[in-house]
């Protein structure tokens, strides 16, 4: 009796506010992730690791009901799964590709564009092995995104990875930051400080989001969506571009990597409409980047958001936050994202990887951009609407053109800088040896002159 119980409760298990979102016939969510892999697949590999790993997980192995005994309200009930039902592999081996970046573009746009079951778990894994211009073979899956949000998802990606270097080693990620000592008063004063810019930035923060949601609209531009609640098609490319450029801007202008990619995002944007004018300072934008960053950093905005969407769904139910949340998408541009990676090559099921995408497809929004890092890499994911955007490989250069230009820039201004510390040094130099040749001797003192500045081209 006692084991039936808990079955019961096991499968009464409702689903999240977010999740519940997700899930109104009105509101639907995915994610599609990319899998790059520097050899050919091993399907049973995959096969027998994903029912040693996301199998254990509930949701993985539960599917979505609503439940006429909780007023209609979604719940996770629990199935049995057979992996190979939802780990596809096309026989692609005998078709005639000539363009393979183009056949897996077109694959994942098709995958994207498909509704999902949702008489099953609500995820699917595709093995193609063909390869393309970054990869020897691909992965490509699609979750639900009742199932999670990209951070979720990626901790999912550690757990079933292992090191490289460590076949039997965990990924890392972040270093462990230095714990600051409680005895310190000036830390007790910095902490009541943080705590009360924190307080009035989220109070402002909310109030825009308030204005945007009841009055504000962005500015119409050629890149927003068409209104209405129904998605046009959408197009899923990704491009790759070096980390270690990002970490240059980020170092040179002391700022966070999150701030450059918002910069690099705000000018490849105004590139693609070539609204961008000949005078425009293309490090301005990061510096307005950063200066948006530096507020959302110590702003509870997404907790109190979260309440607030928690709050309003158990009191006016779902369908008034689904038009609340419409109204948000269809006032905004665009979808703005980044999440961190693995900081060094992994492998997935014993699958050495080279690159990993992903882009979340929710709401009406005609431009969505996704930064995904993986080792020293930065992968650029769009997901567009091709009746706004038909050409989303001409937006995808412009933001990779954004970040060459951005550095290009930094460069210029401290090259100039080395030069006039240089002419000074040469300068002193000379005033130095006037007193110090005699008359009669060669101090070649303009022949090194001549020599130096290729040497600091070189070392840049």
């Known amino acids: 009796m006692a084991r039936e119980k808990q079955a019961e409760i096991t499968i009464m298990e409702l689903l999240s506010p977010v999740s519940r979102l997700f899930v109104s016939p009105g509101f639907y969510g995915a994610i599609v992730f990319?899998?790059?892999?520097?050899?050919?697949?091993?399907?049973s590999a995959i096969v027998e690791g994903i029912k040693n790993t996301w199998i254990k997980l509930p949701r993985f192995s539960s599917k979505v009901v609503m439940d006429d005994k909780k007023n209609g309200e979604a719940v996770w009930v629990p199935v049995n799964v057979r992996v190979e039902d939802h780990v596809f592999v096309p026989d692609i081996d005998h078709f005639d590709i000539a363009n393979p970046d183009q056949f897996i573009e077109d694959y994942t746009s098709n995958i994207a564009n498909t509704t999902m079951d949702m008489s099953r778990?609500?995820?699917?894994?595709?093995?193609?092995?063909?390869?393309?211009?970054?990869?020897?073979?691909?992965?490509?899956?699609?979750?639900?995104?009742?199932?999670?949000?990209?951070m979720s998802l990626m901790s999912l990606l550690y757990a079933s990875s292992r090191k490289i270097s460590d076949p039997n080693a965990?990924?890392?990620?972040?270093?462990?930051?230095?714990?600051?000592?409680?005895?310190?008063?000036?830390?007790?004063v910095a902490r009541f400080w943080l705590m009360i810019r924190v307080i009035f930035?989220?109070?402002?923060?909310?109030?825009?989001?308030?204005?945007t949601l009841c009055f504000m609209r962005d500015t119409k531009t050629p890149l927003m969506g068409k209104p209405g609640d129904r998605?046009?098609?959408?197009?899923?490319?990704?491009?790759?571009?070096?980390?270690?450029?990002?970490?240059?801007?980020?170092?040179?202008?002391?700022?966070?990597?999150?701030?450059?990619?918002?910069?690099?995002?705000?000018?490849?944007?105004?590139?693609?409409p070539l609204w961008i004018r000949s005078e425009d300072d293309p490090l301005e934008y990061v510096r307005r980047a950063k200066a948006t960053m530096d507020k959302k950093k110590i702003s509870m905005e997404a907790l109190v958001l979260y309440g607030f969407i928690k709050f309003t769904m158990k009191i006016f139910g779902g369908k008034a936050v689904e038009a609340i949340t419409k109204r948000v998408f269809s006032h905004t541009t665009l979808t703005f994202s980044n999440v961190l990676g693995p900081n060094e090559d992994i492998s997935?099921?014993?699958?050495?990887?080279?690159?990993?995408?992903?882009?979340?497809?929710?709401?009406?929004?005609?431009?969505?951009?996704?930064?995904?890092?993986?080792?020293?890499?930065?992968?650029?994911?769009?997901?567009?609407?091709?009746?706004?955007?038909?050409?989303?490989?001409?937006?995808?250069d412009n933001l990779v053109e954004s970040l060459e230009i951005i550095k290009l820039s930094l460069l210029e201004k401290g090259l100039h800088k080395m030069e006039k510390?240089?002419?000074?040094?040469c300068t002193v130099a000379v005033q130095e040896l006037h007193h110090e040749v005699k008359p009669g001797t060669s101090g070649d003192v303009f022949g090194c002159g001549q020599f130096a500045p290729s040497g600091i081209l070189m070392h840049l």
């Not at 890392?172 to 005895?183: D, E, F, I, M, Y």
């Not at 930035?201 to 204005?211: A, G, Q, V």
């Not at 040179?252 to 105004?270: E, P, S």
């Open 34 to 43: 990319t899998l790059g892999f520097k050899t050919r697949c091993n399907s």
């Open 121 to 150: 778990p609500l995820w699917e894994f595709h093995v193609l092995n063909i390869k393309t211009s970054n990869a020897e073979s691909l992965g490509i899956g699609k979750f639900h995104h009742s199932l999670g949000d990209g």
């Open 170 to 188: 965990l990924p890392t990620t972040a270093t462990t930051r230095k714990q600051v000592g409680s005895n310190d008063n000036r830390w007790l």
């Open 201 to 211: 930035t989220t109070f402002i923060e909310l109030f825009k989001s308030l204005l």
């Open 231 to 272: 998605n046009g098609p959408r197009k899923i490319i990704h491009r790759i571009v070096s980390f270690d450029d990002v970490k240059f801007v980020k170092n040179t202008m002391k700022m966070k990597v999150n701030d450059v990619l918002l910069g690099i995002t705000q000018a490849g944007v105004v590139i693609f």
């Open 348 to 396: 997935f099921f014993e699958h050495p990887m080279c690159y990993v995408g992903a882009s979340a497809l929710i709401g009406p929004q005609a431009l969505i951009i996704h930064y995904v890092s993986y080792a020293d890499k930065i992968i650029i994911n769009l997901a567009v609407d091709t009746t706004v955007i038909p050409d989303p490989h001409l937006l995808c």
């Open 421 to 425: 510390l240089y002419k000074g040094l």
